[in-house]
């Protein structure tokens, strides 16, 4: 088997999992309860969170603990929207966003925002001067995205955020769902108020997420309880989940600094060898764009039936973002760039981890060519 769809999830590091037996089974107390049983849960989930603080170069008390990317996505929007309600009523994000951030904006506007979706270039990428020319006097936040989950490009996140300190009363969120463990981004040094990420897009396990957040930034609560995570999310708390999700990160990271270098090589094999491929057309942008996504189209092929052909030789892969592989429809992000229809509806994505090897990449493209010149003639 050959598992080249990371950006939908990873596989769980066994290091990963070996922790989150260890704390399920026999540190299972509730954090919340008085006794010692839960007073050890909670220094666990304590430990968890400043290790993930000090991976992203954050305070402790900035991690809230979540269920992952869309909830941390729903907080930060809504939260903030309802927070900062007096300050105003315009939100401004782009057209390429993830499922769980445009349709958030799409509640928040029946709620009386208003929301700006910008557009992007060809490169799928946002214009900070598009930005700025969006801001009104009732402007209070911008959400871009990190890294495309569809395309692999890389939003000027750092340029956003230096832009936004003339506008001070305007927060920033950042999707960081695609690009933790990944890509660095120095959340202070980005002038950024809130980033999400999600455990199982660097092997950790479903079910777990945070939300960082900055000193000072208020967010009214989705989940109304106890006074858990700082009063910004009620219901007990996973200790088992967040010690895994540390150690995700952790490895991730150290992977990241051994083995980018291979990413990169593996990346360069893909991109050479589809772009020598009669009848296929890349989307993903040559420069600028994360070393573990690859877009392409072939078409006249639909997308399902490429991706099913490559199963069947024991290769996986997937069409759009999976939150919307099922629904059959054009990407809505290759269609922003400006990709016609035919193409969005016809697109592939290869997503990496770093324990992907150059030979798989080999066997990749090799059965590539192999499903296109077949699914080619059955067309014909």
Do not use: W
């Amino acid at each position: 088997m050959i598992y080249f769809d990371n950006s939908a999830t990873t596989k769980p590091f066994k290091e990963v999992l070996d922790s989150f037996m260890k704390v399920s089974s026999e540190f299972f107390g509730n954090p919340s309860s008085l006794h010692g049983i839960g007073a050890t849960a909670e220094k666990l989930l304590s430990q968890a969170r400043m290790q993930i603080a000090g991976l992203l170069e954050v305070e402790a008390e900035e991690i809230c603990f979540t269920s992952g990317g869309t909830e941390s996505n729903n907080l930060a929007l809504k939260g903030a929207a309802a927070a900062y309600r007096t300050r105003g009523n315009h939100l401004i994000t782009t057209a390429v966003e993830h499922a769980s951030v445009r349709e958030s904006f799409n509640q928040l506007e029946k709620h009386g925002y208003k929301v700006t979706f910008l557009p992007v270039d060809t490169q799928g990428r946002v214009s900070p001067a598009d930005i700025r020319d969006a801001m009104t006097d009732e402007t209070i936040l911008v959400s871009v995205m990190h890294v495309n989950n569809e395309t692999g490009t890389i939003q000027p996140i750092e340029e956003i955020g230096q832009m936004l300190r003339a506008f001070p009363k305007v927060l920033f969120h950042v999707d960081g769902v695609q690009g933790a463990g990944k890509i660095p981004l120095n959340l202070k040094e980005a002038e950024v108020d809130m980033y999400s990420f999600s455990a199982h897009k660097f092997h950790g396990l479903k079910g777990s997420g945070g939300l960082y957040i900055k000193k000072g930034i208020r967010l009214e609560p989705l989940l109304s309880g106890g006074s858990q995570e700082n009063l910004r999310r009620g219901g007990t708390e996973n200790p088992a989940g967040a010690v895994a999700m540390a150690k995700a990160l952790r490895i991730s990271l150290e992977q990241r600094t051994e083995r980018l270098d291979t990413m990169n090589e593996i990346r360069a094999k893909l991109m050479d060898g589809l772009d020598e491929m009669k009848g296929v057309a890349i989307n993903t942008p040559l420069a600028g764009a994360a070393p573990h996504i690859i877009n392409f189209s072939v078409p006249g092929i639909k997308a399902e039936t490429f991706v099913h052909s490559l199963e069947e030789m024991g290769i996986y892969v997937s069409t759009t973002s999976a939150c919307s592989s099922k629904k059959k429809t054009a990407s809505r992000t290759l269609l922003a760039m400006g990709v016609d229809d035919e193409l969005a509806s016809s697109a592939v994505r290869i997503s990496l981890s770093f324990e992907n090897t150059l030979e798989e990449a080999k066997n990749v493209l090799l059965a590539i060519e192999k499903t296109v010149a077949k699914l080619g003639k059955v067309l014909k």
